[in-house]
C-alpha cells in the first residue's frame, strides 16, 4: 500500500482547504507536528501557540466528524517525517506552502533534500496568490484576483468517509521564548473566524474605514480577523467572497457601510501583497531591503525594554503597548506609531525590536510583519517617509485620554493636557503627579529630527536611488486595487 502523508501548517481549518482534496482513500495520515524548536526563536510566544492549539483541537473534531483522523506529533519534523517512512513508506507528502521565518524557511529546505532522497514527492499548494520562484510581477495583481474568485472547495465532495490510520499522539509541554501574559487573547479555532467575519459583514463593520485607526474604535470595528488568517483557521478566498457578496447587496442602499466593505477588501488583497515580499526574498528578516541602512542604529537593551514593557513615559505609546500586551493586537495605526516610535525616537535597529514586537502579536505573520517593520523604518526606499508624532496621535485618537487611563489605571487623576504633552510638565507640577508616573526617556522633536537628518541624508547618496529601483522592480506594488 502506498500511502500519502497531509500535513497541516498554517492552514488549520476543514473548509477550503486544498490539502484535503485528495483524502479519497485509506492511505491517508493526516498530521500536526508540533515544534518545539520553533517556539524557542525570538519571535514566537505563549500567546501564539495557544491560540494555534485551540485551533488544533477544533481541526480535530471537525476532521472527525468526517471520520479524517489527525495525528498530533511533537519533535523535529525531519526525524518524524523518516520514523514515518521506516513505518509506512509513504510516497507524497500534500501541505500549504509556507512562507515563514528564517527557522522554517531553513526546516523546509532540510526536509526538500530528505523528500528528494527518499523519492517522496511533496505537493505545496500555494498560499492565495503568493507564487514561488521565478514570476512576472507586473501580473502578479491580476492572478490574484482570479485566485480569489475561484469557487469554494467543497471538500465533503471528495472524502470518502473511510477510516485513517492512527497513532499515539505526543503533546509535549513546550518551553517559550516569551511568556508574556495575554489575559484578553482572541481565541483560536475556524468557529470564532466564521462568528467574526458574519458579525463584521452584519454590522460591526459599518463603519471600518471611519474607525479603523483610533485603538478605542478598532477594537470593535476592525474585522479581527488577523489571528485566524495567521493561523489559516479561515480561507482568505472565503472571507473575500462573502464581503463582496455583501458590497453587492448594500452598494445601493449603505454607501458607508459599500466603501468599507472596499478598504476592507484591498487590506485581503495587501495580505498577499506583503507575504509575497518575503516568499521572493526571504532575507528581508535579517537584512535591510537597501544595504546603506544596515547598522545605522542601536541595540540599546534600556530602551527597548522600556519601550515594549510600556514604559517610556509617553502615556499614549505606553497605553498603546500595554493594550497590545494584554489584548494580543492592536489596530494597524498604533502599530505603526509603536514601530516609528522604536525606529526614530528610540533609534533601535529594526531587527533587535522587531522579534519581541512579534512576539506579543497573536496574529504574527511575518511576511507582513517584517515588511511593516522595514516600512516604518524607513529600510526600504521606496515608501514614504511616515514618523508619527505620538503627542499629535494622542490627541487625535484619543482626545479624552480615555484609552491611557484605561490602560494605566494608575493615570487616573492626572490632568488630559499632561498625559497627552508629558514633555512640558513643570517642577511644581511634578510634585503632584502619582509615584508611578514616568518622565519620557526621549525629547520627541529633537530625535525626530535627527532622524529625519540620518534617513534623508542617506537618501540623497548617489547609489541609493539605484538600490531603490531594483528593490520597487521586485517589490513594488504595480496597481492600486
Ligand atoms: C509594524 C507592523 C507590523 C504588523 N504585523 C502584522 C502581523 O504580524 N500580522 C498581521 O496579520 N498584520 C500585521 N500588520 C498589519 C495590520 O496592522 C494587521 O493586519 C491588522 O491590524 C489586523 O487587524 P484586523 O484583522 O482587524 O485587520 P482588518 O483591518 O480588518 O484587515 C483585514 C485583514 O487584512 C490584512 N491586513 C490588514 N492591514 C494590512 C496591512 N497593512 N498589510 C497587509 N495585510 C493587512 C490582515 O490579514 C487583516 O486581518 C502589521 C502592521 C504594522 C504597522
Known sequence: MSYQIHWFKKNLRFQDNEILLKTNNSSSILIYIIEPELWLQKDMSQRQWEFIWESVKLLKTDLAKHKLHLNILSGDASEIFQSLHQKYSFTEVISEQETGIHWTFERDKKLKSLFKDLKIKWVEYPYFGVKRGKHNRDHWAGSIQQILKKPLINIEKYIDQSEILNFDEHEKPINFYDKTPCPFRQKGGSHQAHDLLETFLESRGENYQREMSSPITAEHSCSRLSPHFAHGTLSLRQAFQLAEKKRFEIQSTNKVFAKSI???????????????????????????????????????????????????????????????????????????????????????????????????????????????????????????????????????????????????????????????????????ELQLLPPTWKSPIVNVSQSSKKAKDTIYGIRKMINHKTLAKSVFLKHGSRKSH
Request: glycine share 4%; net charge negative.
Open 262 to 428: 472596499n478598504a476592507f477588501l484591498s487590506r485581503l488583497y495587501w495580505r498577499s501583497h506583503f507575504i509575497q515580499k518575503l516568499e521572493d526574498e526571504p532575507s528581508i528578516e535579517l537584512k535591510s531591503f537597501i544595504p546603506l541602512y544596515d547598522d545605522i542604529r542601536d541595540q540599546d537593551e534600556e530602551k527597548l525594554q522600556s519601550w515594549i514593557k510600556g514604559e517610556t513615559g509617553i502615556p499614549f505609546i505606553d497605553a498603546c503597548m500595554i493594550y497590545l500586551r494584554n489584548h494580543g493586537w492592536i489596530n494597524f495605526r498604533m502599530r505603526a506609531m509603536l514601530a516609528s516610535f522604536a525606529a526614530y525616537n528610540l533609534w533601535l535597529d529594526w531587527r533587535y525590536y522587531a522579534p519581541p514586537l512579534a512576539a506579543l502579536f497573536t496574529d504574527f505573520e511575518p511576511g507582513i510583519h517584517y515588511s511593516q517593520i522595514q516600512m516604518q523604518s524607513g529600510t526600504t526606499g521606496i515608501n514614504t517617509i511616515r514618523m508619527y508624532n505620538p503627542y499629535k496621535q494622542s490627541e487625535e485618537q484619543d482626545p479624552d485620554a480615555h484609552f491611557i487611563i484605561n490602560n494605566i489605571p494608575g493615570y487616573k487623576n492626572v490632568p488630559k493636557n499632561l498625559l497627552h504633552y508629558p514633555e512640558t510638565v513643570t517642577p511644581f
